[in-house]
């Protein structure tokens, strides 16, 4: 392994979301975000209901590095369900904004939230194409 090599700025941000968060809104539960081994990944455990269902899985994020390869620019993720299912998504935080593109970056399905002065809530809204979505808020426990 080379010792040079950091996590990106871009991934270290997140550290904002690390503990455990409370979810009211079109989702309700909890999610859990804490680091994996060595800092370039991020893991969100994931126990929700959404629409009458349960959202259930872990959410690995980070840059890609695909072996001999630079590092990927985008901070990308995988979220794994429990039913086999598997989600891609795009992050990035901008100051106290924090976006999620389900698929690629900017593209029409996308999370907008928006940190609380104190660090412990993050409110938002999930857009879907053709109208739908819904506001999120999260609160940290």
């Known amino acids: 392994m080379d010792e040079n090599i950091r996590p990106s700025g871009a991934v270290t941000a997140l550290d904002r979301l690390v503990g455990t968060w409370s979810v009211t809104g079109g989702a309700e539960g909890?999610?859990?975000?804490?680091?994996?081994?060595?800092?370039?990944?991020?893991?969100?455990?994931?126990?929700?209901?959404?629409?009458?269902?349960?959202?259930?899985?872990?959410?690995?994020?980070g840059n890609l590095h695909p072996?001999?390869?630079?590092?990927?620019?985008d901070v990308v993720s995988r979220f794994y369900d429990a039913w086999g299912n598997t989600f891609d998504h795009v992050y990035e935080l901008d100051g106290?904004?924090?976006?999620?593109?389900?698929?690629?970056?900017g593209g029409p399905a996308y999370y907008e939230?928006?940190?609380?002065?104190?660090?412990?809530?993050?409110?938002?809204?999930?857009?879907?194409?053709?109208?739908?979505?819904?506001?999120?808020?999260?609160?940290r426990v």
């Open 113 to 139: 939230g928006v940190f609380g002065p104190d660090g412990d809530t993050v409110v938002g809204e999930w857009v879907y194409p053709g109208g739908g979505g819904y506001t999120s808020t999260m609160t």
């Open 96 to 105: 106290d904004t924090l976006f999620i593109w389900a698929g690629a970056k």
């Open 67 to 73: 072996f001999g390869e630079p590092v990927g620019a």
């Open 30 to 61: 909890t999610v859990r975000y804490e680091w994996m081994a060595g800092g370039f990944f991020l893991l969100q455990h994931v126990e929700l209901a959404q629409f009458g269902e349960p959202v259930t899985g872990l959410e690995v994020i």
